[in-house]
């Protein structure tokens, strides 16, 4: 198992390589940098992407020379030396090769930068962010959890029952409705849209947050993250809960279950003494790369309508402005959390089922 894990570490290597070549090249293509986002700032427009729609951006001024106008959109009328500045303080006077290795080579000593437009570092933010995205996919995998794999096993005692057709098209339902939808649905019922104003409309804590003692820090946590977890785990419940029942039936129909059944054990006993071991490892070690997939991607829109500040809304920010240092600092650190979970989800694996042995497979 060791020369396993030394495998895949070592794997990691050239993958984290290769996600930021590919990044980084297409970045090199994309209009609207950080140059063209100060450039339409100065104009008065507020964004380089009215200038690209627009197509008149400082029509009425002279060009400045010095090949500036074609290289950078609304750049006319701007010195050549301001430019040049701007190119000097982001890094864009050197080649794209020089500007690669450097940062690689920074990365390497886990140093990220620092944001273009914040005026702080991007390990800080991320750290700043942290705390609402955690919130998110930890509470919504584990409640995720808590309700699929006890509702998985009694749809699959009951299979072919009322009890699980009704639920199976409860749960497809759920899978089906957007959650950007269900959360406005949410907003207007409970948050004071038109109808009841039970839970607060934005925001991790309130502003008394402080002053509050534990408890009530503690209540008014839960009472802030109530519809934002809602409406993130609502589409969950359906591909774990049919995982677990599916499980559960194919260990069900096997020979040693018939076997604990003439040997006169309780149902109860052949399920969760037998079964359950067998039909849980896929489900059960599956849980990190659930939790990183919820913590990554699944919570943008939701903090957006929730007005909650997390990595999800960083991400999406730091694309449109195109803060490079955030994009890349974060796309490095993900890339690398995801790989790591890959690893620790095999090692999962091997903890609930110690049959299991990566190396004689791949041998």
Same mark, same amino acid.
């Given at each position: 198992?060791?020369?396993?894990?030394l495998?895949?570490?070592?794997?990691?290597?050239p993958?984290?390589?290769?996600?930021?070549?590919?990044?980084?090249?297409?970045?090199?293509?994309?209009?609207?940098?950080?140059?063209?986002?100060?450039?339409?700032?100065?104009?008065?427009?507020?964004?380089?992407f009215?200038?690209?729609?627009?197509?008149?951006?400082?029509?009425?001024?002279?060009?400045?020379?010095?090949?500036?106008?074609?290289?950078?959109?609304?750049?006319?009328?701007l010195?050549?030396?301001?430019?040049?500045?701007?190119?000097?303080?982001?890094?864009?006077?050197?080649?794209?090769?020089?500007?690669?290795?450097?940062?690689?080579?920074?990365?390497?000593?886990?140093?990220?930068?620092?944001?273009?437009?914040?005026?702080?570092?991007?390990?800080?933010?991320?750290?700043?962010?942290?705390?609402?995205?955690?919130?998110?996919?930890?509470?919504?995998?584990?409640?995720?959890?808590?309700?699929?794999?006890?509702?998985?096993?009694?749809?699959?005692?009951?299979?072919?029952s009322?009890?699980d057709? /009704?639920?199976?098209?409860?749960? @497809?339902? #759920?899978?089906? %409705?957007?959650? $950007?939808?269900?959360?406005? !649905? =949410?907003?207007?019922?409970?948050?004071?849209?038109?109808?009841?104003?039970?839970?607060?409309?934005?925001?991790?804590?309130?502003?008394?947050?402080?002053?509050?003692?534990?408890?009530?820090?503690?209540?008014?946590?839960? /009472?802030?993250?109530?519809?934002? @977890?809602? #409406?993130?785990? %609502?589409?969950? $419940?359906?591909?774990?809960? !049919? =995982?677990?029942?599916?499980?559960?039936?194919?260990?069900?129909?096997?020979?040693?279950?018939?076997?604990?059944?003439?040997?006169?054990?309780?149902?109860?006993?052949?399920?969760?003494?037998?079964?359950?071991r067998?039909?849980?490892l896929?489900?059960?070690?599956?849980?990190?790369?659930?939790?990183?997939?919820?913590?990554?991607?699944?919570?943008?829109?939701?903090?957006?309508?929730?007005?909650l500040?997390?990595?999800?809304?960083?991400?999406?920010?730091?694309?449109?402005?195109?803060?490079?240092?955030?994009?890349?600092?974060?796309?490095?650190?993900?890339?690398?959390?995801?790989?790591?979970?890959?690893?620790?989800?095999?090692?999962?694996?091997?903890?609930?089922?110690?049959?299991?042995?990566?190396?004689?497979?791949?041998?």
């Amino acid at each position: 198992m060791g020369a396993y894990i030394l495998r895949r570490l070592l794997l990691v290597i050239p993958t984290l390589l290769g996600i930021m070549i590919v990044n980084f090249t297409l970045v090199q293509f994309v209009p609207g940098g950080p140059i063209e986002q100060i450039i339409a700032q100065i104009d008065g427009q507020g964004d380089v992407f009215a200038g690209f729609a627009g197509g008149d951006a400082g029509a009425g001024a002279e060009p400045a020379g010095g090949g500036f106008d074609d290289k950078y959109v609304g750049a006319r009328g701007l010195p050549p030396e301001f430019i040049a500045e701007l190119e000097k303080e982001f890094g864009f006077d050197k080649p794209p090769l020089e500007r690669f290795l450097g940062m690689l080579g920074n990365y390497l000593t886990l140093d990220f930068g620092e944001s273009y437009f914040r005026s702080i570092s991007v390990i800080d933010l991320v750290l700043e962010k942290m705390p609402v995205s955690i919130s998110l996919g930890l509470w919504s995998t584990l409640i995720a959890y808590l309700v699929s794999i006890p509702l998985g096993i009694r749809k699959a005692i009951k299979d072919g029952s009322s009890f699980d057709t /009704w639920t199976s098209g409860a749960i @497809i339902v #759920a899978y089906a %409705i957007p959650g $950007f939808l269900f959360a406005i !649905l =949410l907003l207007v019922l409970f948050a004071g849209g038109s109808y009841w104003q039970i839970f607060p409309l934005r925001g991790l804590t309130s502003d008394n947050w402080d002053s509050l003692s534990l408890v009530g820090k503690i209540l008014d946590y839960f /009472w802030h993250i109530a519809l934002p @977890i809602i #409406a993130l785990t %609502i589409s969950a $419940f359906a591909t774990l809960t !049919l =995982l677990t029942k599916n499980s559960f039936l194919d260990e069900i129909k096997k020979q040693y279950v018939m076997t604990a059944r003439a040997k006169g054990l309780s149902e109860r006993k052949v399920l969760y003494g037998h079964v359950f071991r067998n039909a849980m490892l896929i489900v059960i070690a599956g849980f990190p790369a659930v939790f990183i997939g919820v913590f990554f991607g699944g919570s943008i829109i939701i903090e957006t309508i929730f007005s909650l500040d997390g990595l999800g809304r960083l991400g999406f920010e730091a694309a449109v402005a195109r803060d490079y240092p955030v994009i890349f600092g974060t796309l490095f650190i993900f890339g690398l959390m995801g790989l790591v979970v890959g690893i620790i989800s095999d090692l999962m694996y091997v903890l609930v089922d110690p049959r299991i042995d990566f190396e004689k497979r791949e041998g």
